[in-house]
C-alpha cells in the first residue's frame, strides 16, 4: 500500500457526494475547494498514487491571483514572487523592450506572480484539506443517472455524486459525456522546463526575461530569492526526446543567463512536453458533467495563462454550485467561464504566430513590434488578459455570499546547452 494508503481507506462512507472531481490538477483542486467553500460535500478522483511533484514554475496573471485569493490562499509568497517587469531581449542579448507589469497589475487590483507548481499543488492540497483526495483512482467512464452522475474507476469499482467535474485534463476521459467528437491536436511546439538556484545578479527579482530567436523562445523568472524558473520552447519534429543536448543544440550560444542557465542544467531533471490543444468547445457542461481546466479548453502555452484559467474555472464552477447542485447550476458556470476559455484558445494560436515565426521578414516584424513604440501593446496585452479572464465570480470578492462565508466548513463524512557561454556586455543582469 502507498504511503497514500491511510487516505484513501477514510473514504468508504455515504454513497454519494455532492460534487465529484475527477483529476486532482489546479482545475480540480480549485472546482473542489470553491464547491466546498460554498457548503457542497467533494471528492477529488486522482489517477496518480499521491500529489505532483513536479518541479517547474508557471505564471499566474493578476486575475488567476484573484482567483487563489478567492480559494484562500492569501499568502502567495509562500509558492512565488512577484512580477513587475517583463523583459525582452533577442538571442543575441540586444534589449527589445522592458514593460512595467505593475499598472496593469494595478488595474486587477493583484501583482501577477511566477509560481513554482508543486508548491502551489501542495498549498491547494492544503486548503482542500487531504482527506477529500483519493490518490490512484484512474477514472475510466463516466455515465449519467437521473440523479446523479458515475464515475467509473479502472479497478471496477463506482463513484458517484450529484454532479461531477471533468478536471482530467487535455486528454480528459469525462470530456467524452460533454463532446464526444473532441480530437486532440498535437501541435509542433515542444517546451523544455526547469528550476535551478541562480545569483540575483544574473537575474533581478520582479523581472520576467523572454528572449527571442528565429522560431523559438527562452524564458526565465525568479521564484524566490534562492531559485528560478526557465523554459525553452520552440518547433520539434515528432520524437524529440527531450534531453538536455537537444535544449542546449537549440539555445547554444545564446545570451546571457540562458547560456549559464542551460549550462549549469546539464546534471538536473528537466521536464520536456509536447503541447497538444483542442479547438473551442461549443459545449462545457451536459446534464449533470460539466469540464473545467485543459479539460474544457486546452491551448497553446504561448500566453502563460490555462493553468490561471483553471483556476478561475474552479472559483466560478465552486460558486454556481452553491447555488445549485443540477444542470442549470452546470449551464449557468459554462455561460460564465466559456466566452473566456474559448476566446484564449484563438489568441493563443494568433500569439504562437507572431512571437515564434521562423522566416526572416516574420522575425524582423516580431522585433518591431516588441520594440517601442509598440511595447505598449504587451503591457495592454497583459491587462487586457486579465480583465478579460474576470469573470463576476472571479473577480469580485465578495460574490455571491460575501468572503464572511468562504471559510471552508468541516465536511460531513465525505467518502467516498552550451559549453560555452556568450557574454554580452549589454546585458547586465
Ligand atoms: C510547457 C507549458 C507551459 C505552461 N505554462 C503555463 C504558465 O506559465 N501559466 C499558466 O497559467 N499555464 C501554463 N501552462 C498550462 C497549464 O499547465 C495547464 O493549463 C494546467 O496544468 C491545466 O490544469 P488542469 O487541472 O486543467 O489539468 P492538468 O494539470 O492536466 O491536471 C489534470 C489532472 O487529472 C489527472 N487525471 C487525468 N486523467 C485522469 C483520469 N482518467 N482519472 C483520474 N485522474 C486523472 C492527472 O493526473 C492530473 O493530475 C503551461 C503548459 C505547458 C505544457
Redesign the pocket.
Known amino acids: 500500500m502507498d504511503s497514500y494508503g491511510d487516505i484513501n481507506a477514510e473514504h468508504a462512507g455515504p454513497d454519494i457526494v455532492d460534487v465529484l472531481v ?7 483542486l480549485a472546482s473542489a475547494i470553491a464547491a466546498r467553500q460554498h457548503g457542497r460535500s467533494v471528492l477529488v ?4 498514487a499521491g500529489p ?1 511533484g513536479v518541479d517547474t514554475g ?3 496573471w493578476s486575475f ?1 491571483m484573484r482567483a487563489l485569493r478567492q480559494l484562500g490562499l492569501d499568502d502567495a509568497e509562500r509558492v512565488g514572487a512577484p512580477l513587475e517587469r517583463l523583459a525582452s531581449y533577442s538571442a543575441n542579448g540586444r534589449p527589445l523592450s522592458d514593460v512595467d507589469l505593475r499598472a496593469p497589475a494595478r488595474e486587477v487590483g493583484e501583482a501577477s506572480f511566477d509560481v513554482h507548481r508543486a508548491d502551489l499543488q501542495h498549498a491547494l492540497c492544503e486548503l482542500l484539506g487531504r482527506e477529500q483526495i483519493r490518490y490512484g ?4 467512464d463516466v455515465r449519467q443517472e437521473d440523479d446523479a452522475a458515475v464515475a467509473v474507476l479502472a479497478d471496477g469499482s463506482e463513484v458517484r455524486g450529484r454532479v461531477l467535474v471533468g ?7 469525462v470530456r467524452l459525456q460533454v463532446a464526444p467528437k473532441t480530437r486532440v491536436q498535437t501541435s509542433e511546439i515542444g ?1 523544455w ?1 526547469g528550476v535551478l538556484e541562480l545569483d540575483e545578479r544574473m537575474l533581478a527579482p520582479g523581472m520576467h526575461l523572454r528572449i527571442y530567436g528565429p522560431g523559438r523562445v527562452f524564458g526565465a523568472a525568479r521564484l524566490d530569492q534562492r531559485r528560478v524558473r526557465w ?1 525553452a ?1 520552440g518547433a520539434v519534429p515528432a520524437g524529440t526526446a527531450g534531453t538536455w543536448h537537444e535544449v542546449a543544440a537549440r539555445f547554444g550560444g545564446w545570451c546571457e543567463p540562458v547560456a549559464s542557465i542551460i549550462d549549469a542544467s546539464r546534471n538536473s531533471d528537466l521536464l520536456f ?1 509536447d ?1 497538444p490543444r483542442i479547438r473551442p468547445l461549443r459545449r462545457w457542461a451536459r446534464g449533470r458533467v460539466a469540464l ?4 474544457a479548453h ?1 491551448a497553446l ?1 504561448t500566453l ?7 483556476l478561475a474555472d474552479g472559483v466560478a464552477l465552486g460558486a454556481a454550485l452553491g447555488l445549485g447542485l443540477d444542470a442549470a447550476a452546470l449551464d449557468a458556470y459554462a455561460r460564465e467561464r466559456g466566452a473566456v476559455g474559448r476566446r484564449i484558445q484563438r489568441e493563443a494560436q494568433a500569439v504562437a504566430l507572431v512571437l515564434m515565426p521562423r522566416r526572416p521578414r516574420l522575425l524582423r516584424v516580431r522585433d518591431r513590434l516588441l520594440k517601442p513604440p509598440f511595447a505598449w501593446i504587451q503591457e495592454r496585452g497583459v491587462a487586457h488578459l486579465s480583465r478579460g479572464a474576470l469573470t463576476p465570480a472571479v473577480a469580485d470578492l465578495a460574490w455571491p455570499t460575501g468572503p464572511a462565508n468562504r471559510r471552508i466548513p468541516a465536511d460531513p463524512d465525505v467518502s467516498v546547452v552550451v559549453s560555452k557561454a556568450r557574454q554580452h556586455p549589454s546585458v547586465t543582469w
Not at 502563460?304 to 483553471?310: D, E, F, I, K, T
Request: contains cysteine; glycine residues 24%.
Open positions: 475527477v483529476g486532482g490538477g489546479l482545475g480540480g478522483l486522482e489517477r496518480d505532483s508557471i505564471t499566474l488567476a483512482a484512474a477514472c475510466t478536471a482530467d485534463g487535455v486528454r480528459s476521459v517546451v522546463r523554459y520552447g512536453n503541447t473545467v481546466g485543459d479539460a486546452a502555452p502563460g495563462v490555462s493553468g490561471g484559467l483553471a
